[in-house]
């Protein structure tokens, strides 16, 4: 189908949950929108990831979008038909540093972020082996939402409610108030370009400039005869090295230190131990983090191996049954969370430059959109 003819208050390329989110804000003004994407589906980071809203974890500007997109979650999770709930994350800890970690952070935060758990209440929450648990935080403002159709029912969900999508269009270069595609060219008043790691392709030098990578994770969905069901995500000491709102507790480094030593090749694949519970009894399994420019199409087994045998020790159990294996890909840049340039003008390029983009890109996208124009409004 040919563009040419077509002109759009707002044109967002790529239907990442980046890209679904500035359609969404920008169809709630009213505005006439497009979606411009290379694929004939939603297919990228916003189906593999663990469909995890991990608010409370965050710090700074990534907070603040997180909890700015909390409520949208839940609203589209109605209007466009895919699951989500208000699980909370379980964080456990099973050494004294992991626990110290939790408790600097709990009381940094307040009881309304993080409140602190006995051993035993630990033990209610999570089927884990006891032997080693010790305690650990509940994060309960967190969310999760099913990461196969989320992102792919709210695209649906655009569709339905007359934002127009082009699929397997590519858009090829950009001008002040014009996107060309591989369709032909569609008139833009304000264009979001919103495709994640593949801002090096139409930017190039924004790329070079924030030396952008992509990161390649091991991911495993698998069924674990646990001794009860685990009914929220799971953080393990890991985690507390993976989040930005943990790095500036005390006792932070203590834990990476002895991690880092304890298991040399966990951190040669930049391990991050969790887990999050699906409907269908199943968990997600991840992950590992491998940053190169142009990530290799070939993963190790040890990776995957690393998640399994974890797994297995964390759970007392014997076996586990993987249902399915596959390499996520993200981008990534070194000191930095968000991209976010007008390299054109009325053309923002936005994308999460680490992997909380499932939590933050509601909020993200929000604020970038009323900056866009309300912006605009106030200098006519």
């Known amino acids: ?7 759009f208050d707002v044109v967002v390329v790529g239907a990442g949950i980046v890209g679904l989110a500035h359609a969404y804000h920008a169809h709630k003004r009213g505005l006439s929108v497009a979606v411009v994407e290379h694929t004939d589906r939603v297919a990228g980071a916003s189906v593999r990831n663990f469909g995890h809203a991990c608010i409370s ?6 907070l603040r979008y997180a909890r700015a997109g909390r409520a949208d979650w839940l609203t589209l999770s109605v209007e466009a038909g895919f699951w989500s709930a208000e699980t909370g994350t379980v964080a456990l800890a099973r050494h004294d540093d992991e626990l110290a970690v939790m408790e600097e952070f709990a009381a940094l935060r307040g009881p309304s972020t993080a409140r602190m758990l006995t051993r035993s209440e630990v033990l209610t929450r999570v089927p884990a082996d006891p032997g080693g648990v010790l305690g650990g935080m509940v994060l309960p ?3 999760q939402v099913d990461p196969r159709t989320a992102a792919p029912n709210i695209a ?12 397997r269009t590519a858009a090829t270069s950009f001008e002040p108030g014009l996107v060309r595609t591989s369709r032909g060219g569609i008139r833009a008043g304000t264009t979001f370009v919103t495709v994640n790691h593949d801002i090096d392709r139409l930017f190039p030098d924004l790329g070079e400039d924030i030396e952008l990578q992509r990161c390649a994770l091991h991911m495993v969905k698998a069924a674990v005869p646990l001794r009860f069901p685990l009914t929220t995500p799971l953080f393990t000491g890991w985690s507390l090295l993976r989040y930005s709102g943990f790095e500036t507790m005390p006792s932070t480094p203590t834990v990476a230190a002895r991690l880092h030593a304890e298991f040399p090749d966990e951190t040669t694949l930049d391990l991050h131990q969790m887990y999050t519970p699906q409907p269908d009894g199943t968990l997600l399994i991840g992950d590992t ?5 142009t990530p290799s199409a070939f993963q190790s087994e040890k990776g995957f191996e690393v998640l399994l045998d974890h797994t297995r020790e964390l759970f007392g159990v014997r076996t586990v049954d993987v249902v399915e294996r596959w390499q996520g890909v993200y981008s990534t840049a070194p000191g930095r969370e968000f991209l976010r340039a007008e390299p054109l003008p009325r053309t923002h390029v936005v994308t999460v430059t680490t992997g909380i983009g499932m939590t933050t890109g509601l909020g993200l996208a929000a604020a970038g959109v009323a900056a866009a124009f309300d912006t605009a409004a106030v200098g006519v």
Do not use: P
């Open 1 to 7: 189908m040919s563009t040419a003819t077509l002109e």
């Open 57 to 62: 974890a965050q710090s700074g500007e990534a």
């Open 141 to 143: 403002a967190d969310l």
């Open 156 to 167: 649906r969900w655009l569709e339905s409610v007359g934002v127009k999508f082009f699929w």
């Open 289 to 293: 983090h491998i940053r190169e420019v």
